[in-house]
């Protein structure tokens, strides 16, 4: 399975349903990076997503996006190979 990475802050409502997701997807390692604790955190991901809104997924190597962006991932049927990394 692919290595998930997932850029959130404490009161995110948006973070909590990707990570949600995630889990029902059968994803239980997911390394969770707290942007609203680490300021040095925040301008990483927004270098590496050009975002500044949070969640910011990766799985693998592929920046998903946020939560919006995973869920019409995981509609359209392409999360699951995308986490298998297929």
């Known amino acids: 399975m692919n290595k998930v990475v997932l850029y959130h802050t404490a009161m995110c409502?948006?973070?909590?349903?990707?990570?949600?997701?995630?889990?029902?997807?059968?994803?239980t390692d997911i390394e969770k990076i707290r942007v609203?604790?680490?300021p040095a955190q925040r301008v990483i991901m927004m270098e590496r997503t050009g975002?500044?809104?949070v969640?910011?997924?990766?799985?693998g190597d592929t920046h998903v996006g946020g939560f919006d962006d995973l869920y019409a991932?995981?509609?359209a049927g392409r999360l699951d190979p995308l986490l298998r990394g297929e």
């Open 13 to 27: 409502p948006y973070c909590v349903r990707a990570e949600r997701l995630l889990e029902a997807k059968g994803v």
């Open 36 to 38: 609203d604790l680490d």
């Open 51 to 53: 975002r500044r809104t």
């Open 55 to 59: 969640p910011q997924i990766y799985i």
């Open 73 to 75: 991932l995981d509609q």
